[in-house]
């Protein structure tokens, strides 16, 4: 499979955000859509929820707000797939293309500083990111012999992540990026490196988006009132 030189990018340019997005088949504005459904499932938590209750809560609301809107299209773009418990979006235009997504830290859609996943992930998170590693080359060794280690890490999608953080102020900072390297802690994971990193525009505490994005006809109203 090749892979594309975008992908080993060391310096991730100026590039409108938006119009890499369009490229993998993702609109920014369905993506700004998602984040802020997952930002009201988090503010509606309250300390007497089960810790996890805001976490699952916003994960269930960006997963029914992209599944909704790939199942509307005639020639969707990406299929909704569940596997072992993680949701997946499956490019429906070629085989080396999926995305998963999970909050991040405070250095989430900052270009200056490398973000982490906020909490431990599993071994499947743990396998996507190991064939990320496989499929980009970031690997320096290989524990297994050839055959086996292609057989325990074989060729597969690269997987990116919509990681998101959701701020004091009640902004959100995301992006758009490949997870290549972790931390282990005991069977779980956190994850400390990515490659390719779309940063998107930071969305504002009462849900305005940076004024690249043209605004949308369905959140207004009018009202029309014929002159006497």
Known sequence: MMISPELNMSDYGDEDPANRLERLGLPLLLLN??????????????????????????????????????????HPTYSRVVDHNQILFVSNRSDDEQFIFFRGNSSTGDRSSMPSSSCSKGPMTRRLVDTNKKMLGVSTYSLFPETLDTEIFPYGPITRVLLYDIRQDKSIR?????????????????????????????????GEVSQQNP??????????????
């Open 215 to 228: 605004p949308d006809p369905d959140q207004f109203d009018f009202s029309i009132q014929r002159k006497a």
């Open 174 to 206: 995301a992006e758009l990026s490949i997870p290549v390297e972790y931390e282990c802690q005991g069977d779980q994971i956190i994850i400390t490196d990515w490659r390719d990193r779309i940063i998107l525009p930071e969305i504002g505490p009462e």
């Open 33 to 74: 859509r998602a984040l802020i459904e997952a930002r009201g499932a988090v503010l509606e938590h309250t300390s007497l929820d089960a810790p996890s209750a805001s976490g699952m809560a916003a994960y269930s609301r960006v997963s029914r707000c992209l599944g909704e809107y790939f199942r509307s299209q005639e």
